[in-house]
T-cell receptor, first 110, second 114 residues
C-alpha cells in the first residue's frame, strides 16, 4: 500500500514564500507528483519528480529525496490566485497506481 | 489536456438506480483512472485500466464496476447508487508518450444520490 502525508492547511502573505512538505511510503516508487486544485475545479498538473533534487518551473519548484521518502513544493512570490489546494501523489512502478495525500489548503492573504 | 471528456458533468439520481459515468479520450493512451474526491479524504482511486479489457481495483472499489471495451472509453458504473456515493468523480489519463510520467485529469462529474 501507500501512505502519503502532508499538512492540512497553510497560510501565507502575498509576495512571500511557502513550502509544502510531503512524506510518502510506497512499494515500488516511480515518482512524485504535485497538483494544484482550485475549489470546484479539477486538479491541474504542476510537477513530476523521479530523481533526487530540485526542479524549478517559474515561481514553483519541487524537490525530491527518495532515500528519505520526502518531497516539497515551494511557491515563491505568492499571489492571491495561488490560494488553492495542493495535492501530493506517489506513483507506483509495478502497476502505475497513483495515490494521493489528503491535500494542503494554502490561503494567501493580502 | 490529453483530450479528456467526462459525461455527464452533473447528475442527480435516486437511491437504488444504476448510474454510468463515461470518460472519453482522443489520444489513445493506455492507462486510465477513476477517482472520487470527498472532503477530508482527498482523491481516492476506485478502479484503473491498463488497456482494453484490462482493469484492476483501487482502494475504494466496493459498489463500483468498470468496463473498457475500446481504448478511448472507460466507463464507471454504480450498479445501485447509495447516498454514500454522492461525490465528485474524476477521470485521469497517463500520457505514456512523453519522457517521465504525466497524468492529467478530466473536468469532473458531480453526482448527487438522493
Amino acid at each position: 500500500g501507500q501512505n502519503i502525508d502532508q499538512p492540512t492547511e497553510m497560510t501565507a502573505t502575498e509576495g512571500a514564500i511557502v513550502q509544502i512538505n510531503c512524506t510518502y511510503q510506497t512499494s515500488g516508487f516511480n515518482g512524485l507528483f504535485w497538483y494544484q486544485q482550485h475549489a470546484g475545479e479539477a486538479p491541474t498538473f504542476l510537477s513530476y519528480n523521479v530523481l533526487d533534487g530540485l526542479e524549478e518551473k517559474g515561481r514553483f519548484s519541487s524537490f525530491l529525496s527518495r532515500s528519505k521518502g520526502y518531497s516539497y513544493l515551494l511557491l515563491k512570490e505568492l499571489q492571491m490566485k495561488d490560494s488553492a489546494s495542493y495535492l501530493c501523489a506517489a506513483l507506483r512502478s509495478n502497476d502505475y497506481k497513483l495515490s494521493f495525500g489528503a491535500g494542503t489548503t494554502v490561503t494567501v492573504r493580502a | 489536456d490529453a483530450g479528456i471528456t467526462q459525461s455527464p458533468r452533473h447528475k442527480v439520481t435516486e437511491t437504488g438506480t444504476p448510474v454510468t459515468l463515461r470518460c472519453h479520450q482522443t489520444e489513445n493512451h493506455r492507462y486510465m483512472y477513476w477517482y472520487r474526491q470527498d472532503p477530508g479524504h482527498g482523491l481516492r482511486l476506485i478502479h484503473y485500466s491498463y488497456g482494453v479489457k484490462d482493469t484492476d481495483k483501487g482502494e475504494v472499489s466496493d459498489g463500483y464496476s468498470v468496463s473498457r471495451s475500446k481504448t478511448e472509453d472507460f466507463l464507471l458504473t454504480l450498479e445501485s447508487a447509495t447516498s454514500s456515493q454522492t461525490s465528485v468523480y474524476f477521470c485521469a489519463i497517463r500520457n505514456d508518450r512523453v519522457s517521465g510520467n504525466t497524468i492529467y485529469f478530466g473536468e469532473g462529474s458531480w453526482l448527487t444520490v438522493v
